[in-house]
Nanobody, 124 residues
Framework: QVQLVQSGGGLVQAGASLRLSCAAS????????MGWFRQAPGKAREFVAV????????YYAESVKGRFTISRDNAKNTVYLQMNSLKPEDTAVYSC?????????????????WGQGTQVTVSS
């Protein structure tokens, strides 16, 4: 079966960096666009970043542009989210997701498969 297994995350101070990883299995990784979403307590899930199948195209939410970088290693079936200059407002559960349609979607409902979620907490 398809699995997206996340690692990384944790508690850091403002200004620090973290890298999230999401390892996929049970699917043809290169056939999927990969995205990252996050959900803060009491808030709706929001789009963070997306990368196309080859890794040659990316798109970011305005709130993270210039601080976060999404990348993928197709040889390792893994997508990453490098988060720099973290802010307290970045505190959320972060989830990776896979979309087979080949478009850079910012809509969570269009993603078929999801990771288990990883808590990121940024203290001020």
């Amino acid at each position: 079966q398809v699995q997206l297994v996340q690692s990384g995350g944790g508690l850091v101070q403002a200004g620090a960096s973290l890298r999230l990883s999401c390892a996929a299995s049970g699917l043809t990784f290169t056939s999927y666009t990969m995205g990252w979403f996050r959900q803060a307590p009491g808030k709706a899930r929001e789009f963070v970043a997306v990368i196309n199948r080859s890794g040659g195209a990316t798109y970011y939410a305005e709130s993270v542009k210039g601080r976060f970088t999404i990348s993928r290693d197709n040889a390792k079936n893994t997508v990453y989210l490098q988060m720099n200059s973290l802010k307290p407002e970045d505190t959320a559960v972060y989830s990776c997701a896979a979309d087979p349609r080949g478009v850079l979607s910012r809509t969570a409902a269009e993603y078929n498969y999801w990771g288990q979620g990883t808590q990121v907490t940024v203290s001020s």
